[in-house]
């Protein structure tokens, strides 16, 4: 099988950066940090990230690079049996529900973005832009068309395995991204009224911690870092020689983190500002942005300018999410008698993923359902089983901190991120899950 690889380290890094920063940065921690508490939230989401992000991607990135192989082939290589096989389906099936209502999201982006381009939020207050979400968002036809044209982007993008550019244009994105996100931070702080915002986002609140925003924040953590579905292992197996692993990790983690922390200076000053609800849920982003990007100097431009980035941002993550399922579906019918190409396969995935679309699309309940099963149980589940596989189920003892021996960890690191995998992060998800189903109470 013709395997792309990513042409430099760097690459590699912004590939999975890129992967990992996007609407969930920018859309949903927002959202979710303003219905459960706002610095409670950001609490424990902080925490999750730094209890369970570095050994995690590290773990993910090694099953790949050790593996060579996707989901579906990596755990069977490494261990020797088909005893685990039925996590690569838990990876494929997560990645197929997410993209169902992540396409859905990056839809509006691109509505947002072709609006922006005609000037079309200029004079719009809050309760306006409330009003044209909800158009936006129960227009069947028009979420079709919009959802339908980041899907063929995505599609064409593994199709012609253009990968590279992507790359390199990510490069120059990035960065842009954060510099106009910081541009946005400053001129929310200058509202009067954003330093309630501020307090809401970083004032830590005991009374609002509950068992509730503690499953969510962690499953937000798995989500944002894209955690739990194989889509490092994806990228582990182009690593190029001489990754420095833990490293690539820790850039990915706190890049991330910085996007999310930054997208939460600017909703939440801005929620305070213009006297909007932060519990208003998915729409609470579409409402304030624009009216936000109203504020700053040469409005039309900002506007144009960060949507497109939003839109580049999401396409990153609907990629890295696509090449999930289509490196599954080509590995697993490699051996068949009817071998699928890459193409065949991107066109097979991206065939289910419109149907899956369409059903976020005709039952919004769909929609709510698919974010709650993959964000809030099987990313959790499958890295938590995937942390088993490697700190108790493989074959040798030890083979998980020689897999975990690598470039950039001495053979201590190696150890205490086993000791992580074995023992701390299975024991904290089930706790979560317990607690969470009511099983246990703290
Ligand atoms: N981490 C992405 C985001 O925060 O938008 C979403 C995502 C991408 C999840 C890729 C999982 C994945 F494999």
Redesign the pocket.
Known sequence: MKKSSFSTKVGLIMAAAG???????IWKFPYIAGENGGGAFLLVYLLCVLLFGLPLLVMEFMIGKRSGKSTYGAFRALSGTNRWQWMSWLCMLT?MV?MGFYFVVTGWCFNYLVEALVNAFSGLDSSALTEHFSVVSTNKPRMIAFTVLPVLLTAAVLWFDVNKGIERLSKILMPLLLLMMLLMAGRVLMLDGSNLGMQFFFQFDCAKLTSHVVMEAMGQCF????IG?G?LITYGAYMPKGQNIPAASLQVLVLDTLVAILAGVIIFPAVFAFGVNPEQGPQLVFVVLPAVLQQMSFAWLSSVLFFGLLCIAALT?TI??ME?AVAFVQEATADTRHPLSRRQSVSLVAALVLVLIMLCIFFPAMFDVSDQLTAGFTMPLTALCMAVFVGWGLPKRGEGSVLLHTKGTRRRAGQVFLFFLRWIIPLIILLVFLNGLGVLKF
Not at 19 to 25: F, H, K
């Open positions: 992967g990992a920063v996007g609407l969930g940065n990645a997410i989500f944002s870092l894209s579905l889509a993550s890295s999410l999930v």
